[in-house]
């Protein structure tokens, strides 16, 4: 099955636990039942030692991008329309088109968003897991806003990430600009009230913290995003010095 090979094709943690139990459900033949739906007390000693590798990244998006389309009880075209470009850019061509196929079905299943962040915190190092975050946002604010729905599920995600508040806080802010006035501040994790040379320091260590080549062994697409919020922390740094007149 062309799907199943995408999908297996040098996959290291996620072949278990819950992510490998909902894509096993979703592929059907993809593991034999006896063995690899492993109940979660077995995947944490049979695959622990797993590395983390560019297909299981692959499969975590995918499915916490299920996840939280799934949250408001909708579907909307313009969140699949976002996400294939995303898919494409990402992926290629046909791989995209496997990856679309993947989310289509995972659409229609019951995942539990908790025990696939843990699973995910657990295998994927804390640069990457902001980008997963960030990717999140980007997929509900898609649509024009993000529901409160998508937020509630984002955010229980953060949670089980192990993704500390600030952090998660500071890429929120770069999507909320038009509800606050203070966002690039909170952006650059310090107080409106931080002296000019408070606010270079800040951006000095945000700049160094979100850099891309922090996550250059992710894979791609993760890469993009870093890039991205890279550019978000150039912009909030860029109002806040054109607001001072610095």
């Known amino acids: 099955m062309a799907l199943g090979k995408w999908i297996l094709g040098g996959l290291g943690f996620a072949v278990g636990g819950p992510i490998g139990a909902v894509i096993g459900v979703v592929i059907g033949a993809l593991f034999d039942n006896?063995?690899?739906i492993l109940k979660q007390e077995e995947w944490q000693s049979t695959h622990s030692h797993r590395r983390t590798?560019?297909?299981?990244?692959?499969?975590?998006?995918i499915v916490l991008i299920a996840c939280v389309i799934k949250?408001?009880?909708?579907v909307l075209k313009s969140e699949i329309n976002y996400i294939k470009p995303f898919?494409?850019?990402?992926?290629?061509?046909?791989?995209?088109?496997?990856?679309l196929q993947l989310l289509k079905e995972l659409l229609n299943q019951h995942i539990d968003p908790v025990t696939?962040?843990?699973?995910?915190?657990?295998?994927?190092?804390?640069?990457t897991?902001?980008?997963?975050v960030r990717l999140l946002l980007e997929v509900a604010k898609s649509d024009g806003e993000i529901d409160p729905k998508e937020l509630a599920v984002i955010e229980l995600i953060v949670v089980n990430l192990s993704v500390q508040s600030a952090d998660y806080q500071s890429i929120l802010a770069l999507y909320q600009r038009h509800?606050?006035?203070?966002?690039?501040?909170?952006a650059l994790e310090i107080s409106p009230t931080a002296t000019d040379e408070e606010v270079k320091k800040a951006y000095r260590r945000m700049a160094m913290k979100y850099h891309p080549d922090k996550v250059a062994n992710s894979g791609e697409e993760i890469r993009k995003q870093a890039t991205e919020k890279f550019r978000g922390i150039n912009e909030a740094y860029e109002h806040i010095k054109q607001q001072r007149g610095l």
């Open 116 to 127: 696939i962040a843990q699973q995910i915190a657990m295998h994927v190092n804390y640069s």
């Open 87 to 99: 898919f494409v850019r990402n992926f290629g061509e046909d791989g995209a088109k496997q990856a």
């Open 71 to 74: 949250a408001d009880g909708r």
């Open 179 to 186: 509800k606050d006035n203070n966002w690039a501040y909170t």
């Open 129 to 132: 897991r902001l980008e997963l």
């Open 34 to 36: 006896s063995k690899s």
């Open 53 to 61: 590798t560019h297909g299981d990244i692959r499969v975590s998006i």
